[in-house]
């Protein structure tokens, strides 16, 4: 992905959007962090006139029914917390993992646009 970055920016586009989700089956605090890292990496890579030309969104895992996710999320290791998809809100947080709960994916999210959206600090 850097290196596709690199190339939109160096082809002139004024902006380069990349979307990250967390909350898959293997993540873990660690995992997501280095997510961080990585997002925050790509950022620096356009930063032009005080601001970066690339902007990176995340979000966190959604079993959608009728997905492979959904369909396959116990032997994933996903436990679908909420089955109520007609007041789904996209930043309600609809899954726990083997290694990260609800409350620890809403913190993850949480710190995740707050660096995103103020710029990166760990």
């Given at each position: 992905?850097?290196?596709?970055?690199?190339?939109?920016?160096?082809?002139?586009?004024?902006?380069?959007?990349?979307?990250?989700?967390?909350?898959?089956?293997?993540?873990?605090?660690?995992?997501?962090?280095?997510?961080?890292?990585?997002?925050?990496?790509?950022?620096?890579?356009?930063?032009?006139?005080?601001?970066?030309?690339?902007?990176?969104?995340?979000a966190v895992l959604?079993?959608?029914?009728?997905?492979?996710?959904?369909?396959?999320?116990?032997?994933?290791?996903?436990?679908?917390?909420?089955?109520?998809?007609?007041?789904?809100?996209?930043?309600?947080?609809?899954?726990?993992?083997?290694?990260?709960?609800?409350?620890?994916?809403?913190?993850?999210?949480?710190?995740?646009q707050t660096m995103?959206?103020?710029?990166?600090?760990?």
């Amino acid at each position: 992905m850097t290196r596709a970055v690199q190339i939109a920016l160096e082809a002139g586009l004024e902006e380069v959007v990349c979307s990250f989700i967390i909350g898959h089956p293997f993540d873990n605090s660690a995992t997501v962090n280095k997510t961080l890292d990585f997002v925050n990496s790509l950022k620096a890579m356009g930063v032009c006139s005080g601001r970066s030309r690339v902007v990176t969104k995340m979000a966190v895992l959604v079993p959608f029914p009728g997905t492979e996710v959904h369909c396959h999320a116990d032997e994933m290791g996903l436990k679908i917390i909420a089955n109520e998809w007609d007041s789904y809100a996209p930043d309600d947080i609809m899954i726990e993992t083997k290694k990260l709960s609800c409350q620890m994916l809403r913190y993850l999210q949480f710190k995740s646009q707050t660096m995103l959206e103020l710029g990166y600090q760990r």
